[in-house]
């Protein structure tokens, strides 16, 4: 197998889903309709997208057969497409074969299979069942510290959605932890200027404001607003998103 998907996959990562450990020789074509999807998925083009990603997955299955990790990119864009159109039981079957292939065949502590487990823990907290997210953001986060470093950027993914799930069930002290931790990550990553730093400090001042730390979420919110007044980059939203 070459290395090609796994360098495509993790430069995607989110920032991320976390990427592919490769495509079997003979897969460029298969690969050309992942880029594609992903490019038409950013893009704004869902329906575009997921023909791509179904076409890509139909010549993998054909040449590599059902099993090969080389599916994993391609079931996790898959899931990250129907979690973003609320079509949470498909997101879910998908997120649900791609930690099976990845683990089966690369291992339980590969990059991969921290991506299909952080989308699982997702689609599950977007559907209140936090009993089963928070197990699967555990092991996701401890995947990706140990294969990437605590300092990756797909930690600080990963730490932000736990962040949310603590808040949710009212652990906001928690929550509060582990956002700081997050927000250090991206400056570090990004630059103390990034719109999505200011996304976190958005976040991170709401977790603030519910653990009564009044002071400090309203100066969050001050450097949040001075910079997204330097960019024209959307609105701040939630952290709980699946990841490529």
Do not use: W
Not at 95 to 103: D, F
Not at 166 to 190: F, M, T, V
Not at 219 to 239: H, K, V, Y
């Amino acid at each position: 197998m070459t290395q090609r998907l796994l360098a495509l996959a993790l430069v995607s990562m989110p920032v991320v889903l976390m990427g592919s450990e490769a495509f079997t020789n003979g897969n460029d074509e298969a690969l050309g309709f992942l880029q594609n999807a992903m490019r038409d998925r950013a893009s704004g083009y869902n329906a575009l997208a997921e023909a791509e990603y179904r076409r890509a997955l139909t010549l993998i299955e054909r040449r590599a057969g059902p099993q090969t990790a080389d599916l994993t990119p391609v079931l996790n864009g898959l899931a990250g497409l129907c979690f973003e159109e609320r079509r949470y039981t498909e997101a879910e079957r998908y997120s649900l074969r791609s930690a099976a292939l990845a683990e089966a065949s690369l291992g339980a502590e590969h990059p991969l299979l921290a991506t299909a487990l952080h989308n699982l823990g997702a689609i599950y907290y977007a559907q209140g069942q936090y009993e089963k997210a928070a197990p699967l953001y555990e092991r996701a986060l401890k995947i990706r510290e140990k294969s990437l470093g605590e300092n990756h950027a797909f930690v600080a993914a990963t730490l932000a959605a736990m962040a949310e799930l603590d808040s949710a069930q009212g652990n906001h002290e928690l929550a509060a932890a582990r956002y700081a931790r997050a927000l250090k990550i991206r400056e570090a990553a990004y630059g103390a200027d990034d719109p999505r730093v200011a996304e976190t400090l958005v976040n991170y001042a709401a977790v603030l404001r519910r653990g009564c730390h009044r002071h400090a979420a309203a100066m969050a919110e001050a450097r949040s607003r001075a910079i997204l007044a330097q960019s024209a980059f959307r609105s701040p939203g939630r952290d709980v998103a699946l990841t490529h």
